[in-house]
């Protein structure tokens, strides 16, 4: 009997804390509801903790501040662990339940899984998923992202390559090394049809899945090729084993990260294998000389004491910057509804964060970010800008949705 | 209330609804489901549906691993192979739903009787590891398959129709998930009533002695992964609807091992196991977000902190159930009705 009052117990607590928290969600008029669907628990819980503590801290600094024209602004962070379903149910929600205005989403299964439902549900979204797919409006009306599509920066990183060329006497050659996943596969129609036009060599495709534990095979398979240069899309946990695999096998090849490789933890996962790899990133380094990067710092300083700072805690500032100033044009037009956010995010002109990312431009038929990145080496395990500026590409629509 | 049962004859000891008084409180419940979305929120219609296609999924499981004594680690995979076919026929082939419907429980079905072959062979642990197998290499041809499966981009559901009902409104698609979760519920009681259902546990308590009185046994093995994977295809192509669009990575290992341990927690071998057990998993889940969630906003400060107490809890609750309650929620259940029934008059 006495097993049956403790299960009566833990029934009875648990409803409190159901119905507790549920009577809390009366709307009030001077908060503004965002969403965060975000990885905290799951395979890129690494990733997810620093993004979300970036959005945080943006967000209370952002507070501080008079927050969206006097109104608080309020992340509702959930944690999908990576899990599509988990990722669905949590959106059913932020949308249904909490009333957001706006989300930003993680994954890209989830994100993929949820195309239509955002469609009809009208909410904006960002997306930490920055496939070139949801940057047409005509399909994906609701989608933002902050920075430019995986596709363009692997364009930026080939176009990069092919101007700093010296040897006249042949192309350079390079390789891709990706994880079969929608993520892995995104670029390679775009980037080897890219290569091709400006006259470098593509060697054989490598892929390296996730979790990567070894990646000799295929690093030993790649190196029969010798390409001059081996373009990684991956993540920092699984990219650290290439990347010393690359080392231990004598790799002459020049690797370049993409932007869910190349972060800090790569350097310290790679136990000094990173040293002199390049990478592409549309955002600043934490700590880099740009003048919004002052209250980055000062804000990390003072709330996190102690701990490293790192580029994806930047993009989570980038995340909420933008999302702010939308919030903030949307009130002004007195319609702080998700369409109205839509049409905010729209009127995006040259939005600049202070040279955290490449100034950013919506339009209503085109919902490309920005076109442009920077190469960033890493030297004594700091990531050192090595392009001198933003790296451009033309907005032409030849690669528009691809 | 009768102060006793009394059995005379095995039809009355057979009989699904014994007492009145079960009948009348499961007609309450049938009516408290078809009123809910009268009075629930959408997002509370939507974790009814996920809990409905969970309980069918479940029902499968439940009589391949509880009553036929078959562990599988593939359940979600056959999820996939019923939730692609339904959506291929409905948006390629143009075939109307309620012909689709069955055709992706056939279809996983004949999948999961493929899979099913080794278990003649093999028991226990290495059955298992075969199901792993299934498991990967379904995933593996939904990745691949681009020009039927759309491959590592997913797949567009269209919204089956059935009359005046389209399933992208989530009120249909929820009273569609009752019914088959219902029907369900009964069809897979009567095949443990059955012939089937006995030599299913005479197969999982002693397979040579099921052998020796003559039951077939690959033919109820098969059998049985048959009917749990019809199952499974149901509730794939249930899921389809669900979440409109459909990529590899909504039928995952996890989420096959997640339906494990819902029918451990629910009680596997008993009917009711698998409501229970989806029941108590949806409600854990919801209230530790809805907790770790405020707990989040209310000090952002340690965030990550919340989020391992999630996890934590829910692995806690799940050795709590391993060690208090082996036979799961479902005997807790008989435990207390049967301490109710003799109240206060117990001894």
């Known amino acids: ?402 | 209330m009768p102060a006793g049962l009394f059995h005379e004859n095995y039809r009355t000891d057979e009989r699904i609804f014994q007492t009145w008084f079960v009948k009348a409180w499961l007609t309450a419940f049938l009516m408290a489901c078809v009123l809910f979305p009268l009075f629930a929120s959408k997002y509370m219609i939507s974790t009814m549906i996920e809990v409905g296609i969970a309980i069918i999924a479940c029902h499968g499981l439940n009589l391949l691993t509880g009553f036929t004594g078959q562990i599988s680690l593939g359940h979600a995979a056959f999820l996939g192979v019923g939730a692609y076919t339904c959506s291929i026929l409905i948006g390629q082939a143009g075939v109307p739903f309620i012909i689709a419907l069955p055709i992706a429980g056939a279809m996983a079905a004949l999948i999961g009787m493929i899979f099913g072959i080794p278990s003649l062979r093999l028991r226990g642990l290495y059955l298992a590891m075969a199901t792993i197998a299934a498991q990967f290499i379904i995933e593996f041809t939904i990745r691949r398959w681009d020009k039927l499966t759309g491959g590592v981009e997913g797949l567009y559901v269209d919204p089956g129709t059935l009359g005046p009902f389209h399933f992208d409104h989530h009120i249909h698609l929820y009273y569609l998930t009752l019914i088959l979760a219902v029907v369900a519920t009964m069809v897979i009681k009567n095949i443990v009533r059955a012939r089937s259902g006995r030599a299913f546990v005479a197969i999982r308590d002693r397979y040579l002695a099921a052998e020796v009185i003559g039951v077939n046994l690959f033919k109820y093995r098969l059998m049985s992964f048959a009917v749990a994977s019809f199952f499974a295809g149901i509730a794939g192509a249930l899921m389809a609807q669900y979440l409109e669009v459909i990529t590899h990575e909504s039928f995952t290992i996890h989420q096959s091992i997640d339906y494990l341990a819902m029918c451990i927690i629910g009680g596997l071998g008993h009917i009711l196991g698998g409501i229970y057990g989806v029941g108590f998993w949806f409600i854990l889940e919801r209230v530790l977000e809805v907790v770790t969630t405020n707990l989040n906003s209310n000090f952002p400060d340690h965030i990550t902190w919340f989020v391992s107490i999630r996890e934590i809890v829910f692995g806690f609750v799940i050795v709590f159930f391993l060690i208090f309650e082996p036979d799961g929620l479902a005997a807790r259940w008989r435990t207390i009705r049967a301490y109710w029934k003799l109240w206060p008059f117990s001894y």
Not at chain 1, 54 to 71: H, S, T, V, Y
Not at chain 1, 102 to 123: E, F, H, N, R
Not at chain 1, 172 to 189: A, E, F, S, T, V
Request: charged share 25%; glycine share 10%; with cysteine.
């Open chain 1, 1 to 402: 009997m006495k097993k049956l009052t403790i299960g009566f117990a833990i029934v009875a607590i648990a409803m409190a804390l159901t119905l507790g928290p549920a009577t809390n969600n009366a709307f009030a008029a001077d908060e503004i509801k965002w969403g965060v669907l975000i990885d905290l628990s799951g395979p890129t819980s690494d990733w997810g903790k620093n993004q979300v503590k970036g959005q945080l801290d943006a967000m209370r600094w952002l507070n501080e501040r008079g927050g969206i024209n006097g109104k608080k602004l309020k992340l509702i962070v959930i944690d999908d662990g990576y899990k599509v379903p988990r990722g669905v149910a949590g959106y059913n929600r932020l949308v249904d339940s909490e009333k957001v205005l706006g989300l930003y989403v993680q994954s890209t299964g989830t994100t993929m899984t949820l195309i239509k439902k955002i469609v009809a549900d009208g909410v904006a979204t960002i997306a930490a998923s920055f496939t070139s797919k949801f940057q047409n409006p005509k399909k994906t009306p609701f989608s933002f992202f902050v920075s430019p599509s995986y596709g363009t920066m692997g364009r930026v990183a080939l176009k990069w390559i092919k101007d700093n060329w010296k040897d006249k006497s042949r192309n350079p050659k390079i390789c891709y090394l990706y994880p079969d996943n929608k993520y892995g596969r995104d670029i390679l129609n775009v980037c080897k049809d890219y290569a091709k036009k400006i006259g470098i060599d593509v060697g054989p495709d490598q892929v390296i899945n996730w979790p990567t534990k070894d990646a000799t095979v295929q690093l030993t398979n790649m190196k029969r090729y010798d390409p001059d240069f081996a373009y990684i899309t991956s993540t920092a946990m699984n990219g650290a084993v290439i990347l010393k695999n690359a080392k231990a096998l004598g790799v002459r090849t020049k690797f370049i990260s993409n932007i869910r490789n190349f972060e800090e933890t790569l350097i310290t996962l790679s136990g000094g294998a990173a040293e002199g790899t390049y990478g592409v990133h549309p955002i600043a380094p934490y700590g880099a000389p740009v003048p919004g990067m002052k209250k980055v710092v000062e804000s990390h300083d003072k709330w996190h004491p102690g701990e490293k700072g790192t580029n994806v805690y930047v993009e989570g500032w980038v995340n909420i910057l933008a999302v702010s100033e939308a919030l903030k044009t949307a009130d002004k037009a007195g319609d702080l509804t998700p369409s109205g956010i839509r049409n905010a995010f729209e009127k995006f002109k040259g939005f600049d964060t202070g040279g955290l990312a490449p100034a950013l431009t919506f339009t209503s038929t085109d919902h490309r970010a920005s076109m442009a990145a920077k190469i960033y080496e890493i030297k004594g395990g700091k990531m050192v800008d090595v392009s001198g500026g933003w790296v451009e590409l033309p907005r032409d629509m030849e690669y528009f949705g691809k």
